[in-house]
Every structure is written in C-alpha cells, then in structure tokens.
C-alpha cells in the first residue's frame, strides 16, 4: 500500500465522509487533496471515500491502537 502524505486534520475529514451528510463541512483545500491523491471523488455531487481512501482509512484506525 502507498503512503499517503495527510494532516491530522485531512485524515479527520477523510474518515468523516462516509457519516457525514453533508460535505461542506470539510474545508475546500481538504476536498481537493483528497481527490488529488485519490482517495476521495465526486459522484452525484457529494465527496465520498474511494475503496483505496477506506482501506487507507481502516489501515491507519489499526496501527493507532
């Protein structure tokens, strides 16, 4: 798996996607990294997390511990 070069605060918004009902809540610069490195797209006009952002998502909530 690659490493993925995130903030605190961009992994905090990327781990909120999947709850969130509504994205504007996570600030712009966050979005567009997050679709640059891929592990974020838009689809119907909502980010959501790819399959690789949830496995990066899950990976990093396992070695926390």
Same mark, same amino acid.
């Given at each position: 798996?690659?490493?993925?070069?995130?903030?605190?605060?961009?992994?905090?918004?990327?781990?909120?996607?999947? $709850?969130?009902?509504?994205?504007?809540?996570?600030?712009?610069?966050?979005?567009?990294? %997050? $679709?640059?490195?891929?592990?974020?797209? #838009?689809?119907?006009?909502?980010?959501?997390?790819?399959?690789?952002?949830?496995?990066? %998502?899950? #990976?990093?909530?396992?070695?926390?511990?």
């Amino acid at each position: 798996m690659r490493s993925i070069d995130l903030t605190p605060a961009e992994w905090l918004s990327l781990g909120r996607l999947p $709850i969130e009902p509504r994205d504007e809540q996570i600030p712009l610069d966050h979005k567009q990294k %997050l $679709i640059r490195l891929g592990v974020a797209s #838009e689809k119907i006009g909502r980010l959501v997390a790819t399959f690789e952002g949830r496995l990066m %998502l899950r #990976e990093r909530n396992h070695t926390k511990r």
